[in-house]
């Protein structure tokens, strides 16, 4: 299972950090994404993290997020600077493992 949290209300400008936490024993091995769906539009990929900690990232992002992991706590997180109202989803984890697993969702939204 996974968890994610940190999400809430912030102005344009400001910074979010969301952790995503999962249970079991393979995180180490998985890799990490992070998706998001705004109103009315698809979910696209915003940060990649693979088991050897390469990371890619959604042109819209790059530069304003970062994406690490913690193995030892089986968590991802999600360092968000610079934040715009086009940033404002629902934010998901996910772990390519298997068939794969998803995060309930953390909504992010900034406005002022």
């Known amino acids: 299972q996974l968890q994610a949290s940190g999400g809430g209300l912030v102005q344009p400008g400001e910074s979010l950090k969301l952790s995503c936490a999962a249970s079991g024993g393979i995180f180490s091995i998985a890799s990490m994404t992070w998706y998001r769906q705004a109103p009315g539009k698809q979910r696209e990929l915003v940060a990649t993290?693979?088991?050897?900690?390469?990371?890619r990232y959604a042109d819209s992002v790059k530069g304003r997020f970062t994406i690490s992991r913690e193995n030892a706590k089986n968590s991802v997180y999600l360092q968000m600077n610079s934040l715009k109202p086009e940033d404002t989803a629902v934010y998901y984890c996910y772990m390519a493992y298997m068939a794969g697993y998803w995060g309930q969702g953390t909504l992010v939204t900034v406005s002022s």
């Open positions: 993290i693979t088991s050897l900690n390469r990371t």
